[in-house]
């Protein structure tokens, strides 16, 4: 059965060699080439790397979009743990009409989704009529996330919100797998011991889904590093974000060199927190026998 153990095991790694290794390969090289006026490729330069470090433009775009994906996985967290465990402990005949909730948004287009914000936080629209009435709009400003009364898009505010709206689900989805396999006996036996409800859910119930924590926060965090969409029809000039600046460097300054060192600096940013996951993720198993 050992070829048959090597062929299951080798065939994600094979995945990863052609899908991820190689185009991640290529365009590491293109971000040390060299491209002269006709546009042709070649030489061996890594000074690209260098003005990224020393740009005020590229650091601050990397910092922006570290902070705001950090916000969204935050509040994603904030908003669907309450929703993910009241979904694991629902009956169970309510538990798959709840969980075609959280799924049917993917029925519909990410770019239609996110492009009805626009109309949603635009003056008149539904959210920003709420929101005016609420005078949420205040305490949006005095916060600093949005520019003037009544102005929504094109703020730290909408991006936020139209990132949490797209990832939200991401969040949910881990949560509730982890929260609907514990074993409750262990919080009868918290309670037993004279633990109330909220120090029994503390003690117990978090630190169990720390697993689905981070997976959610991974699966959330990560793509909202590289967003391209949200930041570019909700956000504004004032969001900007990395995602947007690779997209100028290599269709409007059509310069790949740059592009690519842009892209590959991003893609360490990502590996960064996965590395910590998969770190946490083995400290949370604890030593193998």
């Known amino acids: 059965m050992k070829w048959l153990d090597r062929t299951i095991i080798g065939i994600p790694f094979v995945w990863l060699l052609l899908f991820f ?42 910092l922006a979009s570290l902070k705001y994906a950090a916000i969204t996985t935050g509040v994603c967290l904030l908003l669907g743990y309450p929703f993910a465990y009241f979904m694991a402990r629902a009956d169970k005949s309510v538990q798959p009409a709840l969980l075609l909730m959280v799924m049917l948004p993917f029925w519909t287009s990410f770019l239609l989704r996110v492009y009805a914000w626009k109309g949603l936080l635009a003056d008149g629209g539904w959210v920003a009529q709420g929101l005016n009435a609420l005078h949420v709009d205040q305490l949006l400003m005095a916060f600093g996330v949005t520019a003037g009364p009544g102005q929504y898009l094109n703020s730290a505010f909408s991006l936020v919100l139209g990132m949490v709206y797209a990832y939200l689900p991401f969040m949910i989805l881990p949560l509730y797998a982890n929260l609907s396999k514990q074993d409750r006996r262990l919080l009868e036996a918290a309670h037993d011991l004279g633990a109330s409800p909220w120090v029994a859910f503390w003690k117990v119930t978090v630190p169990l889904s720390r ?79």
């Open 211 to 289: 697993p689905g924590i981070l997976a959610g926060s991974m699966l959330v965090f990560i793509p909202c590093v590289g967003e391209y969409v949200v930041p570019e029809l909700l956000g504004g000039p004032q969001t900007l974000m990395i995602g947007r600046v690779l997209w100028d460097e290599f269709f409007a300054n059509n310069d790949w060199p740059m592009a690519s060192s842009v892209a590959v600096v991003m893609v360490l940013l990502i590996l960064v927190p996965l590395a910590l996951f998969s770190k946490a993720k083995a400290d949370a198993q604890g030593p193998r026998s």
């Open 21 to 62: 290794m190689l185009p991640f390969l290529i365009v590491l090289k293109i971000s040390v080439s060299d491209m002269d006026m006709a546009g042709q490729l070649g030489g061996f330069k890594l000074s690209n790397y260098a003005f990224l470090a020393q740009d005020a433009l590229y650091v601050k775009t990397y």
